[in-house]
């Protein structure tokens, strides 16, 4: 399951996606989750998905690298869709047992939105799969940058997301190692119920978090040794800037989002 996450990783492959421009890329994203929460009909759903699907073929990331990232989240996916289930109104009822209630309505409320999260998913680790985190950076203290004039920190804001992406593969790495570990020690984290589960974790979770403290300490001292000052005065080896792939690219994130506004 650690093996699963592909949040925060990135996948280098030589490709059309991953020559864009990073801010082309930021922005196509944020066009991309509007567009899919204004959907509400299937010939939405399934513009979406052919806009998707071509994206994931033109990145040349694999569509099974990209799909075993939702095994990490499928908790989550059938607590959503078994909520929406019994707790959505509707005036079809199908079972109707004490507090219990399953419509029609509410079945289709759950397919929606458990599509919805899938498709989320999935279009957001696109980003992240083919933009490095220093170009993630560079992006994002970019667009950010019209902000300081109100005196908000865009540099910052977009070194503390870089970091944050770039320690997710190595804390699960980390949790991977540790999780082997114990488990050589006879540590069981397979059976049991919910509670022997949780606190099979503990063996896991202080030494993962002594890791991520130290990791912590360590990248603050070495940034004070090299002065990191800020944002401020910093230049850039490689500076930012559109080129004709990306200006097609926004051609085509348009078309997106108005044929999911039609559809």
């Given at each position: 399951?650690?093996?699963?996450?592909?949040?925060?990783?990135?996948?280098p492959v030589d490709s059309k996606v991953h020559q864009l421009d990073p801010r082309t890329k930021i922005l196509l994203t944020f066009a991309y989750i509007i567009a899919l929460f204004l959907v509400d009909s299937i010939w939405g759903y399934m513009g979406v998905v052919v806009a998707l699907g071509l994206a994931i073929t033109v990145s040349k990331v694999p569509l099974k690298y990209m799909l075993k990232g939702l095994k990490s989240i499928v908790v989550i996916l059938l607590f959503t869709v078994v909520l929406n289930v019994f707790f959505t109104p509707g005036e079809h009822e199908i079972i109707k047992w004490a507090f219990i209630t399953i419509t029609w309505e509410g079945i289709f409320f759950a397919i929606e939105m458990g599509t919805r999260l899938v498709l989320l998913i999935v279009g957001s680790s696109l980003l992240t799969l083919t933009t490095s985190p220093i170009q993630l950076t560079d992006g994002i203290e970019s667009l950010?940058?019209?902000?300081?004039?109100?005196?908000?920190p865009a540099h910052e804001i977009a070194m503390m997301m870089s970091i944050s992406l770039r320690f997710i593969p190595i804390l699960l790495e980390e949790t991977d190692k540790i999780m082997k570990a114990q488990t050589a020690r006879g540590a069981d984290f397979e059976t049991g119920n919910i509670?022997?589960?949780?606190?099979?974790?503990?063996?896991?979770?202080?030494p993962l978090f002594i890791s991520a403290f130290r990791r912590a300490e360590d990248l603050a001292m070495a940034m004070e040794a090299r002065c990191y000052q800020g944002g401020k005065g910093r230049t850039r080896l490689n500076k930012l800037q559109y080129k004709s792939v990306d200006y097609v690219a926004f051609g085509f994130g348009v078309l997106y989002v108005v044929m999911c506004i039609i559809l």
């Amino acid at each position: 399951m650690i093996r699963d996450i592909t949040i925060g990783q990135y996948y280098p492959v030589d490709s059309k996606v991953h020559q864009l421009d990073p801010r082309t890329k930021i922005l196509l994203t944020f066009a991309y989750i509007i567009a899919l929460f204004l959907v509400d009909s299937i010939w939405g759903y399934m513009g979406v998905v052919v806009a998707l699907g071509l994206a994931i073929t033109v990145s040349k990331v694999p569509l099974k690298y990209m799909l075993k990232g939702l095994k990490s989240i499928v908790v989550i996916l059938l607590f959503t869709v078994v909520l929406n289930v019994f707790f959505t109104p509707g005036e079809h009822e199908i079972i109707k047992w004490a507090f219990i209630t399953i419509t029609w309505e509410g079945i289709f409320f759950a397919i929606e939105m458990g599509t919805r999260l899938v498709l989320l998913i999935v279009g957001s680790s696109l980003l992240t799969l083919t933009t490095s985190p220093i170009q993630l950076t560079d992006g994002i203290e970019s667009l950010l940058m019209p902000f300081t004039k109100i005196h908000v920190p865009a540099h910052e804001i977009a070194m503390m997301m870089s970091i944050s992406l770039r320690f997710i593969p190595i804390l699960l790495e980390e949790t991977d190692k540790i999780m082997k570990a114990q488990t050589a020690r006879g540590a069981d984290f397979e059976t049991g119920n919910i509670m022997q589960r949780a606190k099979a974790m503990i063996p896991i979770m202080v030494p993962l978090f002594i890791s991520a403290f130290r990791r912590a300490e360590d990248l603050a001292m070495a940034m004070e040794a090299r002065c990191y000052q800020g944002g401020k005065g910093r230049t850039r080896l490689n500076k930012l800037q559109y080129k004709s792939v990306d200006y097609v690219a926004f051609g085509f994130g348009v078309l997106y989002v108005v044929m999911c506004i039609i559809l």
